[in-house]
Each structure stands twice: as structure tokens, then as C-alpha cells.
């Protein structure tokens, strides 16, 4: 592409590892010995910049048919999707446009819209992020000093799936456990490079209900881990990790000093 050329925009869609590039142009573009495929009809909306981060969303539309659009077909992935776009100029030359996460996903009879949110829209304020309360506030299996630091090693459960359907899944190694063992927590299994995971709303014998539909082949292993209720009963009878407790279960609830104040 010379001087005379026309502006053309590359769009890198991740997933960990994993990578989708397209381009606007008529023709495959290669940049940084990468190659975008082009793609008729992408286009996107404007780009701005404001005090809200909500607002400055970023609408890609492609068409129906779009490879990459089978991550969203039937389901939603768990991992986050980034988005790169680039602008190569007439002179040849790439800048960095615009990056963000894909944030929900419009269908239509003939072409998509994915709505990208930039990395501000997820920032949150410092502050305190635990409070004094007797059930624990860590998340269940969080590594480090002072987290919960369950080992998800000893507490997974292989399964084999033997039936789906929709939000249903079944294996007889679920029934191994308790009824409710598993509510609270998740499956997940690999997809190529990535990890899917769906969390698990209720746990019956050999039928766990799921958040939301897994399109899952029967035979397909899962990854099984428990949840957790945050109580202190459950975190030694279940999980024997007392000594990471982080919530304060004798904490009185009544005021020793009475209802009336003190002056």
C-alpha cells in the first residue's frame, strides 16, 4: 500500500492465547507478520472519548456468518474477548486506534453487533474490600497470603458427561457427593487453547442444573469444583481450611453496651 493507497483498519479480537484478525480492506493485510483476513461489510461506530467510560462504548457490526461469532452461537464464553484496532495509514504506517473488552453481543437476520467497553469502564476505586462479618468474604480457591487458598486439587471431581441438555448435565460421579455439594461452584473444560467454565446453580445426585446452556458432546470430561457458603462449619467439615477462615463467626450480635447510648 503506497501513498495512493487507501486507509484501511485491522481489528484483533484475543482470547488468551488465541486470536481472530480481520481487516476492512478488499485484500488480506499483514501486520507485525500477523494476517487479517478481510471481511465485507465490518464497520464500526464512532470513537469518543468523555468523563464516562460508559459511554464510550465502541459498536463493531459484521456479518452473521463470521467465524468468530461461533465463540457467541448458543452460548457465552467465559473468558474475556479483547479487541485491538488499528489504522493503517496511507504511508504504510500502523497506529493503535482504540482497545477494549467485547461487552454484550446484538444478533440480527444478517449481521451482529458487538458492543466493546473501553478498560476504564471495569476500573473500580481503591478502598476497603473486606468488611468485619462472620461469614468469610473470600472467593472460594483465591491464592495468596490472606485469601482462601483451598486447594482445588484435592476438592475437583472428574466427571464424564453422559446426557445434556440445555442447562442440564448429567455424570454418575456427581452422585458420589452429597446433594448440594456442588452448588455454589463450577465445571469447566478446555476448548483448544482456553478454559470454559459454567457455574453451577443446583446439585442433585448425578444432575447438576448450570447458569447458563453448555454445548457439551456427551463423553466430554468436566472439571468439577464445589462451592462454598462462607460459613465457618462448611469451611472445616468440607473444604478442612478453618485456619484460612476469613470471616468472624463469633462475632456477638447484641450490643453488650444495650440499646441506649453512652454520655
Not at 98 to 123: C, M, Y
Not at 162 to 173: P, T
Not at 204 to 229: I, S
Not at 251 to 261: L, R, S, V, Y
Amino acid at each position: 500500500m503506497g501513498w495512493f493507497g487507501r486507509k484501511s483498519e485491522l481489528y484483533d479480537w484475543q482470547r488468551g492465547p488465541q486470536h481472530w484478525r480481520y481487516t476492512t480492506d478488499d485484500r488480506p493485510q499483514v501486520y507485525l507478520q500477523q494476517t487479517y483476513a478481510p471481511v465485507a461489510g465490518m464497520k464500526r461506530g464512532s470513537i469518543s472519548e468523555s468523563n464516562e467510560p460508559n459511554k464510550n462504548t465502541l459498536d463493531v457490526t459484521v456479518p452473521v456468518d463470521l467465524a468468530f461469532l461461533d465463540l457467541f452461537r448458543g452460548r457465552t464464553p467465559t473468558e474475556r474477548l479483547l479487541l485491538t484496532v488499528y489504522e493503517r495509514k496511507r504511508d504504510n504506517s500502523v497506529v493503535r486506534r482504540w482497545i477494549g473488552e467485547i461487552g454484550n453481543v446484538t444478533w440480527s437476520d444478517s449481521k451482529v453487533v458487538l458492543r466493546h467497553f473501553p478498560p476504564s469502564a471495569s476500573q473500580t476505586t481503591n478502598g476497603l474490600k473486606e468488611c468485619w462479618q462472620k461469614n468469610c468474604p473470600h472467593m472460594v480457591y483465591s491464592a495468596g497470603m490472606g485469601l482462601c487458598n483451598a486447594a482445588q486439587e484435592t476438592m475437583r471431581v472428574n466427571a464424564t458427561v453422559s446426557s445434556v441438555s440445555g442447562s442440564v448435565v448429567q455424570s454418575s460421579a456427581w452422585a458420589t457427593k452429597p446433594d448440594g455439594w456442588f452448588d455454589g461452584g463450577w465445571v469447566q473444560w478446555g476448548e483448544g487453547t482456553a478454559i470454559e467454565r459454567r457455574f453451577v446453580t443446583q446439585h442433585t445426585g448425578d444432575t447438576l442444573t448450570l447458569m447458563t446452556p453448555a454445548l457439551l458432546p456427551v463423553g466430554t470430561v468436566l472439571a468439577t469444583l464445589p462451592g462454598c457458603d462462607g460459613t465457618i462449619d462448611t469451611c472445616i467439615n468440607k473444604f478442612g481450611n478453618w485456619l484460612n477462615y476469613g470471616g468472624f463467626p463469633w462475632w456477638p450480635t447484641k450490643n453488650p453496651m444495650g440499646n441506649e447510648a453512652i454520655y
